[in-house]
């Protein structure tokens, strides 16, 4: 079964750090990169972070030098290092593979996509 899963989520301090994990089964994230979205609360969804099938990165805007993103092949798992949270980091993270596109309003698309976890920084 494919399936990928995201973890790590919580509460956390404005200007703490949090790490997601997205664990990944019946499949090899070398075959199908993965893509980070989150959504708060009455916003769209948002492209945060993505790694593709050759390595490449990618990052938004908004978290550019505070997020960094690794992968752990024999743990088939990718993460996303969160640093120098503030509220407006606060929403529920997806991972996604083979995704192409994400519906705004619900934050899911195409591909395999997650759960979602949940990410509260507080000031």
């Known amino acids: 079964e494919v399936q990928v899963v995201e973890s790590g989520g919580g509460s956390v301090q404005a200007g703490g750090s949090l790490r997601l994990s997205c664990t990944a089964s019946g499949f090899s994230f070398d075959d199908s990169g993965i893509t980070w979205y989150r959504q708060a609360p009455g916003n769209e969804c948002e492209l945060v972070s993505r790694i593709s099938t050759d390595g490449t990165t990618y990052y938004a805007d908004s978290v550019k030098g505070r997020f960094t993103l690794s992968q752990d092949n024999a743990k088939n798992t990718v993460y996303l290092q969160m640093n120098s949270l503030n509220g407006e980091d606060t929403a529920v993270y997806y991972c996604?593979?083979?995704?192409?596109?994400?519906?705004?309003?619900?934050?899911?698309?195409?591909?395999?996509w997650g759960q979602g976890t949940q990410v509260t920084v507080s000031s």
């Open positions: 996604a593979a083979w995704a192409t596109f994400s519906i705004a309003s619900t934050c899911t698309g195409d591909g395999y």
